[in-house]
T-cell receptor, first 114, second 110 residues
Framework: GAVVSQHPSWVICKSGTSVKIECRSLDFQATTMFWYRQFPKQSLMLMATSNEGSKATYEQGVEKDKFLINHASLTLSTLTVTSAHPEDSSFYIC??????????FGPGTRLLVL | QKEVEQDPGPLSVPEGAIVSLNCTYSNSAFQYFMWYRQYSRKGPELLMYTYSSGNKEDGRFTAQVDKSSKYISLFIRDSQPSDSATYLCAMRGGSEKLVFGKGTKLTVNP
């Protein structure tokens, strides 16, 4: 149980385009979902926390207009990287929390912006 | 002082060895403690989680929390090559936000 999926697993795009990443909790309802990014050989950096039906809470230094988060249902959250640039290239990982307090992570999405 | 300190390693052990991974923390409000395993280019996988102090065992894995010393450990018995990964400790207090260690890279050699 507690499976989280992400789509796509990797994406290559041109600078200036927007990219949408989906995060789904497959076998549980996630009241809260989280978005992280991870640079090579670094730990996870929390970008934002989202609760179903409400606006996401962004961490300091994360541009909310650049990283749009939508948590439309208890099983789906999306992260849209708008007008992506090469410095946005990273590994994006979502996690979901069910009724308990443990977070379960998706497999990650590798983004490369050319 | 960082909230969570974790020796990044790398740690290399022979197959069958007992592995000890550790984190220290400074925030006394932390109550929930987790260990994640992350294989290269994959998302973290939840291995163990404990609330407050004490031990928890699951197969070859044992998690220990000593809140008085602000120290948590993960022990892996009879380590296998498939255990080779980066191990991340994570913890939180009353807020939703998890605070992660930097991760320890473990290699188990056959």
């Amino acid at each position: 149980g507690a499976v989280v999926s992400q789509h796509p697993s990797w994406v290559i795009c041109k600078s200036g385009t927007s990219v949408k990443i989906e995060c789904r909790s497959l076998d549980f309802q996630a009241t809260t979902m989280f978005w992280y990014r991870q640079f090579p050989k670094q730990s996870l950096m929390l970008m934002a926390t989202s609760n179903e039906g409400s606006k996401a809470t962004y961490e300091q230094g994360v541009e909310k207009d650049k990283f749009l988060i939508n948590h439309a249902s208890l099983t789906l959250s999306t992260l849209t990287v708008t007008s992506a640039h090469p410095e946005d290239s990273s590994f994006y990982i979502c996690s979901a929390r069910e009724a308990g307090w443990a977070q379960y992570f998706g497999p990650g999405t590798r983004l490369l912006v050319l | 002082q960082k909230e969570v300190e974790q020796d990044p390693g790398p740690l290399s052990v022979p197959e069958g060895a007992i592995v000890s991974l550790n984190c220290t923390y400074s925030n006394s409000a932390f109550q929930y403690f987790m260990w994640y395993r992350q294989y290269s280019r994959k998302g973290p996988e939840l291995l163990m989680y404990t609330y407050s102090s004490g031990n928890k065992e699951d197969g070859r894995f044992t998690a220990q929390v000593d809140k008085s010393s602000k120290y948590i450990s993960l022990f892996i018995r009879d380590s296998q090559p498939s255990d080779s990964a980066t191990y991340l400790c994570a913890m939180r207090g009353g807020s939703e936000k998890l605070v992660f260690g930097k991760g320890t890279k473990l290699t188990v050699n056959p």
